[in-house]
């Protein structure tokens, strides 16, 4: 048990609609990190929170955005859904921002889009 | 930018059979490098990692150094058993412009452990 907790571990979801994916960072971690896992492009980096506030962007498309709130929990959230965005989605947390700790994954949420 | 090459997979082996996943990196600056594996129907879970060059992860009976001179990080166990089936992922972090850090993966290699 790595102590990032995530859920919904599984969600099935019609197209177009908007789903919210929840993210319990370890405790004493201020980084908290979402990832995409789909079989098409492999494990993908959509974006980094550091204490509530943004710190880096990857793949993230405009229909997706996320927030970490004071409580250092964060979500991701997804709109417009198209089949393409059924994937793994894995929230992972940190200590820090930078230097050189480790980040640790959740179970992931598994998001079927029909 | 960073960038890690892994060893296609799929790999099958026979129990008790030595192991070794290639995977080789490019970054900027100094990364740290990981080895990641998921299990059937599971998340990513840390194996090993090494911080600088010349250092040796280990866990679990894996081990990979770190070899800056190849930009290396091969993972490697001497004796596979049926439970070490899973997928493994070769990642690492880098500062990049921002001071931001992430894992860049690989793209995974499957192993299968026959009995």
């Known amino acids: 048990d790595s102590g990032v907790t995530q859920t919904p571990k599984h969600l099935i979801t019609a197209t177009g609609q908007r789903v919210t994916l929840r993210c319990s960072p370890r405790s004493g971690d201020l980084s908290v990190y979402w990832y995409q896992q789909s079989l098409d492009q492999g494990l993908q980096f959509l974006i980094q929170y550091y204490n509530g506030e943004e710190r880096a962007k990857g793949n993230i498309l405009e229909r997706f955005s996320a927030q970490q709130f004071p409580d250092l929990h964060s979500e991701l959230n997804l709109s417009s859904l198209e089949l393409g965005d059924s994937a793994l989605y894995f929230c992972?947390?940190?200590?820090?921002?930078?230097?050189?700790?480790?980040?640790?994954f959740g179970e992931g949420s598994w998001l079927t889009v029909v | 930018g960073n960038s890690v090459t892994q060893m296609e997979g799929p790999v099958t082996l026979s129990e008790e059979a030595f192991l070794t996943i290639n995977c080789t990196y490019t970054a900027t600056g100094y990364p740290s490098l990981f080895w990641y594996v998921q299990y059937p129907g599971e998340g990513l879970q840390l194996l090993l990692k090494?911080?600088?060059?010349?250092d040796k992860g280990s866990n679990k009976g894996f081990e990979a150094t770190y070899r800056k001179e190849t930009t290396s990080f091969h993972l490697e166990k001497g004796s596979v058993q049926v439970s070490d089936s899973a997928v493994y992922f070769c990642a690492l972090t880098s500062i990049s412009s921002g001071s931001a850090r992430q894992l860049t993966f690989g793209s995974g290699t499957q192993l299968t452990v026959l009995p």
């Open positions: 992972a947390s940190s200590i820090g921002g930078q230097g050189r700790d480790t980040i640790y």
């Open positions: 090494a911080t600088k060059a010349d």
